[in-house]
């Protein structure tokens, strides 16, 4: 960060209307808006966006305010570039650990660039797509859990001239690039790789038996034809962050589920609740439902309401039947960032990805207790949506089927996005990760971007206003939004919250699309998406956003990964990620000195051969990236 904007950072009491800005002459309506907003909330020296330090609710209640404990960010940041690489500053290096396809048994077939692999070589091979991940320490060996989103048709089917699966086996390789992939790693010679045949290793599909919990189950709207019960449900699918438990769980959130349902009777009625998911007669070209009746909602229109949970996988035990713990709502999930209440309940913070749509926090009924029983906490509790105040404020408001007007706890459950209407909460620019600071009470959340703010109501009819966490109309760069629960306590239901940076591009516009004041020609990004604290305090921003390098977004390069202070709003560039990908998905070794990150959907237009080069497929992958010399990295 240049100096004079470290200096203006510092200037914490200075008018906002000048606080950091280096390089406006005047200043922005949007700088005399966050002026407004900020004075009328009661910020005592302004928020770390704007200049660091404590702020108070407008009722006066006091918040305990970050500490300023984040170890400083000692590198050099790098230049946003179009390389068809990973880009890293001075002193730090990177290898691949794990690329779609790559077998996890020894008995699977290598990836064959030609054919991008066949059914049988990706059911015992890592999944497309990497996403949210966790890495679980055990007896001094270290499993890996890693999402597997989705795949890109026209890349695992090059070898189709539709550039669709048109076979049995492709539908059956579609569906196991999707899923979860558990496999252990290990570090030999300073390299990461694979153990194949590890008895840890395991992939979930589509196709993975799994148990529903929590107040659906059995419900009328979850019983199929295969399931008469609604307490069994197969697979998983697009999941998209993730979550991991204080006991040791994985949490792989499905996000896009819709897209892969569809109907063979054209003319067939969508039930009620369709719309509002996105739920048509259309998949997205996937063509599941060609070989898997379940897809088929015109046979079977239940299936939609067993899917868009948060499920919970034991990945230390590969015969463990995960758990869909519909609890936590169902939406387009994004991750589930996981902490714990004053008193032990476990809470978790959940963003629903679409726009216009919204936050949500499950508190648990039951305490979590160190090596206790705490196998079936996700299993019942509150669920609550976020409504935020312009002045600052915020409020949880529980979703209990009297406030939401709903007949059952299980309908709120299955129709989460319609109970969270009927409370009126805030229309979100895309809530995507959560991230909880393990130094402070308080919360980030990443607003990714927002055609619509302004324009258009969501799905639901519910309007999308300019103003509050979502400040600027047809949002094109996102924002951070963060909050600190009263009293300190995350199960707390007031919050006040604030805007810890507001993207933009600063050498193309001059109005409220230059972002916030720690956003600079040096560190400018668009689109953040996925987030995470180290155990130092820092908060890594990786971004899923536009890498055209041009008009609104020139001089961004690639997607990327920064790192943040959040006590003094400090924002710098770690990495820049090959073309056409977006940087998602982060976790550690146990010992801190390697920082796993997922590379996805290199090339997805076309244009990238990475991780190998030459003519090689591009493939999604996690790469380790560890210090020249040797030490910790968050
Ligand atoms: Fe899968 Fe919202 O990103
Ligand atoms: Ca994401
Ligand atoms: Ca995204």
């Known amino acids: ?249 994985y949490l792989a959130c499905e996000e896009n589920f819709n897209g892969y349902f569809s109907s063979s009777d054209p003319d067939l009625a969508l039930p009620a609740g369709f719309a509002r998911y996105g739920i048509k007669h259309e998949d997205r070209g996937y063509g599941w439902a060609m070989t898997d009746e379940r897809f088929d909602i015109s046979r079977h229109p239940n299936e939609p309401h067993r899917a868009g949970y948060v499920v919970e996988i034991d990945p230390l035990d590969p015969a463990s039947v995960p758990k869909k713990r519909t609890a936590l709502g169902r939406f387009k999930h994004e991750n589930a960032e996981v902490t714990l209440a004053a008193d032990g309940r476990v809470v978790v913070y959940l963003g629903d990805d679409e726009r216009g749509e919204f936050l949500y926090r499950f508190v648990s009924d039951g ?39 709903m007949a059952s706890a299980a309908e709120v459950c299955i129709h989460t996005r319609q109970a969270a209407s009927a409370v009126g909460a805030t229309t979100m620019d895309r809530p995507e990760w959560v991230a909880v600071n393990p130094h402070a009470a308080e919360a980030y959340c990443c607003l990714t971007n ?71 020609a040096d560190n400018m990004f668009n689109s953040p998406d996925g987030i995470a604290f180290d155990s130092q305090g820092r908060l890594w921003i990786q971004t899923d956003g536009k890498y055209s390098d041009e008009g609104d977004f020139a001089g961004q390069g690639n997607n990327m990964m920064l790192v943040g202070d959040p006590a003094s709003g400090e924002i710098r560039r770690f990495l820049v990620g090959p073309r056409e990908c977006e940087v998602t998905g982060i976790t550690w070794s146990a010992d801190r000195t390697t920082l796993f990150v997922g590379i996805q959907h290199p090339g997805e237009k076309g244009d990238s051969h990475f991780p190998e080069g030459g003519d090689a497929a591009p493939r999604s992958a996690v790469v380790a990236i560890t210090r020249d010399d040797g030490g910790a990295i968050g």
């Not at 906002?16 to 002459?25: I, K, Q, S, T, V």
């Not at 002045?391 to 939401?404: F, K, M, R």
């Open 1 to 249: 960060m240049r100096e004079n904007a470290v200096a203006a950072r510092d200037a914490a009491s200075r008018d906002m209307a000048c606080a950091g800005n280096d390089r406006h002459d005047v200043p922005t309506d949007f700088e005399r808006l966050a002026e407004l907003a900020i004075s009328r909330r009661g910020f005592l020296k302004g928020s770390a966006a704007f200049g660091a330090s404590a702020f108070v609710l407008g009722a006066g209640a006091a918040l305990h305010p970050a500490k300023a404990a984040a170890a400083s960010l000692d590198f050099t940041p790098v230049a946003a570039n179009g390389l068809d690489t990973v880009t890293l500053p001075e002193g730090f290096g990177w290898q691949v650990v794990a690329r779609w396809g790559d077998p996890l048994w020894s008995d699977g077939a290598p990836f064959d660039h030609a054919s991008r692999g066949t059914a049988a070589s990706q059911e015992r091979a890592f999944g497309d797509n990497c996403d949210g991940m966790a890495l679980f320490a055990h007896e001094g060996r270290s499993v890996l859990a890693v999402n597997n989103e989705y795949t890109n048709l026209k890349i695992a089917f090059a070898n189709r001239d539709s550039g669709k699966p048109e076979t049995e086996d492709d539908v059956r390789k579609s569906k196991a690039t999707h899923g979860v992939s558990v496999f252990e790693i290990a570090r030999a010679d300073g390299a990461w790789g694979i153990v194949q045949d590890s008895p840890f290793n395991r992939r979930i599909t589509p196709d993975t038996p799994m148990a529903i919990t929590g107040p659906a189950r059995g419900h009328a709207m979850m019983r199929t034809a295969a399931d008469p019960e609604g307490a069994t449900a197969l697979g998983t699918w697009n999941n998209c962050g993730n979550g991991r438990t204080p006991w040791g769980t």
């Open 367 to 405: 305490r979590y207790t160190e090596g206790g029983d705490n196998a079936d906490l996700l299993e019942s509790g509150t669920l609550s949506v976020a409504r935020f105040a312009d002045d600052g404020s915020g409020a949880w408001i529980a979703l209990t089927p009297e406030a939401t007007g």
């Open 450 to 520: 927002n055609k619509n703010r302004g324009v258009k109501p969501n799905a639901g009819g519910d309007a999308t206003p300019v103003g509050g966490p979502n400040p600027r109309e047809k949002n094109k760069y996102g924002q951070i939004v963060r909050w600190r629960p009263a009293d300190g306590d995350h199960a707390a239901d007031a919050f006040a919250w604030d805007l810890y940076v507001v993207a933009g591009n600063p050498t193309v516009h001059r109005d409220d699309r230059a972002g916030s004041a720690n956003v600079s």
